[in-house]
């Protein structure tokens, strides 16, 4: 049978046309990368889950700021310089409800987790991208699940009075143990190796002190993991560190306070830090 030319050029015509549409559809089937935006989590072989910026810098904490705002000013800044980014975070790992910012001095804006502004670290490089860690003892590489934090404050009792840490009356600044949003812990100097002699059984006197009952989290480097236990305080956990119960102190309202330093006197509820001697078995 004899082809027409015409029909020849017309189904081939069609088919061409198939093929491209056919092509197309399959690449708008394709949806593009996910770019990413804001804080982000990422895993690093020897600090675990910690938070970076989109393009995978490394964020830190700073424990002088205690009170939710910078106090890295002047020249501190080319160390550490701010972070700031207003999209919201495209990590489904990241909890947005703990995402803020804050207002510098200066005017500018800087991004927070858990209220901590967040910074990144000059001399982070590919090759050793958490270098800012521990720095002083005072910046810690930012983490999303911190179950301890450090802060590095003046210690200011519930009488208004300024407290160095060895309890006597004095200005400086005292590092010292908080919960991941800065609230401060306390010990009892009372209690014992991991034993609670505070709370009576029923928690009438919880509100005044309350325990500490998170349990899990990431240290910071200045917390050894071998310094951390969880006791059973009548059926609820309370968290000990080197044997003593961590408690809070119910009149510190604001983030920041510490005024259980003096209460009812210096030292009976002392801060806790790396010069913390272990509690005593007896």
């Given at each position: 049978?004899?082809?027409?030319?015409?029909?020849?050029?017309?189904a081939?015509?069609?088919v061409?046309m198939?093929?491209?549409?056919?092509?197309?559809?399959?690449?708008?089937?394709k949806?593009?990368?996910?770019?990413?935006?804001?804080?982000?989590?990422?895993?690093?072989?020897?600090?675990?889950?910690?938070?970076?910026d989109?393009?995978?810098?490394?964020?830190?904490?700073?424990?002088?700021?205690t009170?939710g705002?910078?106090?890295c000013?002047?020249?501190?800044?080319?160390?550490?310089?701010?972070?700031?980014?207003?999209?919201?975070?495209?990590?489904m790992?990241?909890?947005?409800?703990?995402?803020?910012?804050?207002?510098?001095?200066?005017?500018?804006?800087?991004?927070?987790?858990k209220?901590?502004?967040?910074y990144?670290y000059?001399?982070?490089?590919?090759?050793?991208?958490?270098?800012?860690?521990?720095?002083?003892?005072?910046?810690?590489?930012?983490?999303?699940?911190?179950?301890?934090?450090?802060?590095?404050?003046?210690?200011?009792?519930?009488?208004?009075?300024?407290?160095?840490?060895?309890y006597?009356?004095?200005?400086?600044?005292?590092?010292?143990?908080?919960?991941?949003?800065?609230?401060?812990?306390?010990?009892?100097?009372?209690?014992?190796?991991?034993?609670?002699?505070?709370?009576k059984?029923?928690?009438?006197?919880?509100?005044v002190?309350?325990?500490?009952?998170?349990?899990?989290?990431?240290?910071p480097?200045?917390?050894?993991?071998?310094d951390?236990?969880?006791?059973?305080?009548?059926?609820?956990?309370?968290?000990?560190?080197?044997g003593?119960p961590?408690?809070?102190?119910?009149?510190?309202?604001?983030?920041?306070?510490?005024?259980?330093?003096?209460?009812?006197?210096?030292?009976?509820?002392?801060?806790?830090?790396?010069?913390?001697?272990?509690?005593?078995?007896?």
């Open positions: 049978m004899e082809l027409n030319p015409k029909n020849v050029k017309t081939l015509m069609a061409l198939l093929s491209l549409f056919s092509s197309c559809s399959k690449d708008d089937d949806a593009p990368e996910d770019k990413k935006q804001g804080i982000q989590t990422a895993a690093n072989a020897q600090f675990g889950t910690i938070l970076t989109a393009n995978g810098k490394t964020l830190y904490f700073f424990s002088n700021d009170k705002m910078s106090a000013t002047g020249n501190c800044l080319s160390t550490w310089p701010v972070y700031h980014n207003n999209e919201s975070s495209s990590d790992k990241i909890d947005k409800s703990l995402l803020g910012e804050i207002t510098r001095a200066d005017g500018s804006k800087q991004s927070t987790y209220g901590w502004p967040l990144y000059a001399g982070d490089s590919q090759s050793d991208p958490v270098k800012g860690d521990a720095v002083n003892k005072i910046w810690y590489v930012a983490k999303p699940d911190y179950l301890l934090m450090v802060a590095n404050a003046q210690l200011v009792g519930h009488d208004g009075k300024n407290y160095l840490g060895d006597t009356e004095g200005t400086g600044s005292t590092l010292y143990l908080t919960d991941d949003k800065g609230r401060t812990l306390y010990a009892f100097n009372p209690d014992k190796f991991n034993k609670n002699t505070f709370t059984p029923d928690f009438s006197n919880d509100n002190w309350p325990i500490y009952q998170m349990d899990k989290g990431a240290l480097s200045l917390v050894k993991s071998a951390i236990s969880v006791i059973d305080v009548f059926g609820k956990k309370q968290l000990t560190f080197k003593w961590m408690y809070y102190f119910g009149q510190d309202q604001q983030r920041g306070d510490n005024k259980g330093i003096s209460f009812p006197r210096p030292g009976v509820w002392p801060i806790l830090n790396d010069k913390t001697t272990t509690a005593p078995t007896s």
